[in-house]
């Protein structure tokens, strides 16, 4: 069984950074993408910024592109989003989310997220 934890959300001013983590316990069988979503009470949860565990290609959403960064430690067995210049519109639940890749299977999981508040 897999389980995610995010951690290092919290209150900051614009602009300011935070760095989450999100530990992977669980044996992952396949190569997989780890991604990291955020919501906002009563919207949709949309997609932050993506990477996969075999090629390392990372992708983002347009609006975070240049200021976000993904990574994935093999060895800790974690992945976190630096995030740099951060704006009060992305005040949000950040969650974790770990996809296997097709054809290996199509199983996923989320964290229960970690909240991030950006005051103006």
């Known amino acids: 069984q897999v389980h995610l934890e995010e951690s290092g959300g919290g209150s900051v001013q614009t602009g300011g950074s935070l760095r989450l983590s999100c530990v992977i316990s669980?044996?992952?069988?396949?190569?997989?993408?780890m991604s990291w979503y955020r919501q906002v009470a009563g919207k949709e949860r949309e997609f932050v910024a993506n990477?996969?565990?075999?090629?390392?290609?990372?992708s983002y959403a347009d609006d975070v592109k240049d200021r976000f960064t993904i990574a994935h430690n093999l060895f800790e067995k974690t992945v976190t989003l630096q995030m740099n210049h951060l704006k009060p519109e992305e005040t949000a639940t950040y969650f974790c989310?770990?996809?296997?890749?097709?054809?290996?299977?199509?199983?996923?999981?989320w964290g229960q997220g970690t909240k991030v508040n950006v005051s103006s």
């Open positions: 989310k770990v996809r296997l890749r097709p054809p290996c299977s199509r199983d996923e999981w």
């Open positions: 669980g044996r992952l069988v396949c190569h997989s993408d």
């Open positions: 990477i996969d565990t075999k090629d390392r290609i990372q």
